[in-house]
């Protein structure tokens, strides 16, 4: 999603939703209200775990969650997402998985708006991408990039 402009992103603080889609209707929607109401959305289509799985991969295609989840237990690099489908916390042992790949991630996400059905402008969605239509489609990178975090 562009930024938009708004005085809350550039100086003050930030309010920030945090969600996926697993195939709620009402996510378009709840777009809108969010940017309406200044506040910045982090979402992955088709679930969360797409921004894990980019932190080893490019995703291509069109995923469904199990998808993404059946990778990422079978990545040779790492066994910390062998038990994904029980627990999903990011324990101990997935963020020492992920550690160091944080370029990679935002690289392989930002490739992700290449393929969206809508006319997008990669690296960002346009105003007028609908979000239930952007699978796969991942923009944590924002969120960890407003937080200053690095890894």
Not at 76 to 81: E, G, I, L, P, Q
Not at 89 to 98: C, D, G, P, Y
Not at 111 to 132: F, M, R, T, Y
Request: proline fraction near 6%.
């Amino acid at each position: 999603m562009r930024s938009r402009s708004c005085p809350l992103w550039d100086n003050g603080p930030r309010a920030w939703c945090l969600f996926d889609y697993d195939g709620d209707g009402r996510v378009d929607g709840l777009f809108r209200r969010a940017v309406k109401d200044g506040v910045r959305i982090g979402f992955s289509h088709p679930c969360l775990e797409l921004w894990w799985l980019l932190h080893f991969q490019i995703v291509t295609g069109r995923p469904d969650s199990e998808t993404i989840k059946k990778k990422l237990r079978g990545l040779s690099s790492t066994n910390a997402f062998h038990g994904l489908s029980k627990n999903k916390r990011l324990t101990r042992s997935r963020w020492e998985a992920l550690e160091g790949r944080y370029v990679t991630a935002r690289t392989n996400a930002e490739k992700l708006v290449s393929q969206c059905e809508c006319p997008c402008s990669p690296p960002h969605h346009d105003d007028g991408c609908v979000p239930s239509k952007r699978n796969p489609s991942c923009n944590l990178a924002a969120l960890v990039d407003s937080l200053k975090i690095t890894y």
